[in-house]
């Protein structure tokens, strides 16, 4: 049985290995959780933080006790994938557990662990797409196509021009609007950053979007179904459409 598992493994390997270099890369990042040195992605490559996020890193480290410093390894991650364009370099994995004072493979833990963190390059503009059971009944395998067609890659790539990947997210939890895509935006680095929702889409919509953000505009997020606000119900709500009766009340007088 282990053998079995064990060829598999180097099977994969090998295919992975006779590809190009950039999808060889993409696909250790995203489906092995170890690292392949390339020349953008190895451990002796400096990386620190700006100056500007100097002082955020000393802000998150204010929340948390002085002896639990690596408490903090999320919200650190969060702001050098943000710092670095979308995407966690190893040297930048290394920074952060510098800065928490614990061995690297405590973050690297962390960083494989969790689908928020990119391992792989990224597109300034990175669309995920829900894919849990209430977005793919109302649709969401028809929103990948689209955007995937439109923008002429496959999942996990990277257009030519640098501005779009486009990936898949489990629930993200606003179920009652599906289907729904988020866009991380990371095209003016941790300054600018933004992670928007947009419900309610359609394939039509999606690509509408797509080419709204191309254009350098600002799309409005939330539900793009012009009959509904936020949650509510198309065509407004049908109940609870006055003051609720105050609840009922023994008389205690006359206990």
Known sequence: MLGRL?????????????QPPSQASRSFSTALNYHLDSPDNKPDLPWEFSEANKSKVKEILSYYPSNYKQSAVIPLLDLAQQQHGGWLPVSAMNAVAKVIEVAPIRVYEVATFYSMFNRAKVGKYHLLVCGTTPCMIRGSRDIESALLDHLGVKRGEVTKDGLFSVGEMECMGCCVNAPMITVADYSNGSEGYTYNYFEDVTPEKVVEIVEKLRKG??????????KRIKCGPEGGNTTLLGEPKPPQFRDLDAC
């Open 6 to 18: 064990a060829a598999k493994r180097l099977l994969e390997i090998r295919q992975v290995f006779r």
């Open 217 to 226: 505009e600002k799309p409005p997020h939330g539900t793009q179904n012009p």
